[in-house]
Every structure is written in C-alpha cells, then in structure tokens.
C-alpha cells in the first residue's frame, strides 16, 4: 500500500510491466498483493490508496486481455473481509481474488467464513499446507501438502459446494 502518488505510480508501472509479460505468455493472470500496510495506518484509512492502484491495474490489465487478481496474502490482506473491500473499492467487474489458502488460517480465520465472505469473488486457488506454530505466532512454515494445520479437505469441499470451477495452483 502506497499512501504517496510517486509510490502508488510505480506499483502501476510495475503492473503494468506484468501485465504486459502476462500477455506475451498467453497468461490469462496476475497476481498482485495488497503489501504491508504502512505503521500506524488502518485498512480503512489505507483502502482508497490501494484501491487507486488496484483499478488501475486492472483497467491496464483488461486492456490487455489478462486479469488482474489480488492474492489473499500480507497480515491486512489475509482476512477475506479486507480482501473483499479492496476489490468493491476498485469497482472494476474484472477484478477478482486468487484465494491462498493458508494465510486466512493464518490470520486465525474459519474455512467456512473465509469461504462465505470471498463467495463469488475468487477466480483462481493457490493450495499449500503449512504448520500452525507452537508458539501461537502468524508465521507458519510450509511443509507437503496433506502434512500441516490447513483443513485442505474441508477447503476442497467447500469450494465444490459453492460450485467453484476454476484453476487450481499447488506451492
């Protein structure tokens, strides 16, 4: 999240950039996050920044013919609600979600909740495992999928009852 315009103008070019590798590769995506917000500054506060250069990104990409997808990732990102007002705040019908599943777990989010508050918005899902740290932290590292703390069955049919028919990515 960039408060200041020379900031939020290289995010852009920096999309931009994507975008047009995007294209050259018949990618129909790409994926951006929210980042850090900056200390002291609320989501509230920080939206209308974000969503400045998130439209704009996706006005570009469509001009394109890719997609641009904000990835549920960074601390104020992770929670689906946040999420989701980044996308209404850019009010641009292409703008959509790329679902990481592990980070909303992260941030202390039910997979039923996360599921009800991204409905409809989630175009692609980004699947890992990772371990939910002894010492209760939000870092929890990576391992083989099957092997963590991220409910992934639950995750799976929840997405099939929602009807969900989009790509699928493994990290």
Known sequence: VQ???AGRALAVREAEFMVRLASDLAAPAVR???????SGVSIKEA???????FRRAIHYGAAHGVSILLETHDPA????????????????PAAGILYDVLHPCRV???VDQTLATLKGYIRLVHLKDG???ADGGEAWPQCMIGEGDVPLPAIL???????YDGWYTFE
């Open 3 to 5: 408060h200041d315009a």
């Open 32 to 38: 951006v996050f929210g980042g850090p917000l900056p």
């Open 47 to 53: 939206l209308p920044f974000a969503a400045d250069v």
């Open 77 to 92: 990102w992770s929670q689906s609600a946040n999420a989701v007002a980044l996308v209404e705040a850019a009010a641009a």
């Open 108 to 110: 202390g989010e039910t």
């Open 131 to 133: 371990r939910r740290p």
């Open 157 to 163: 049919e929840g997405l099939l009852a929602q009807d």
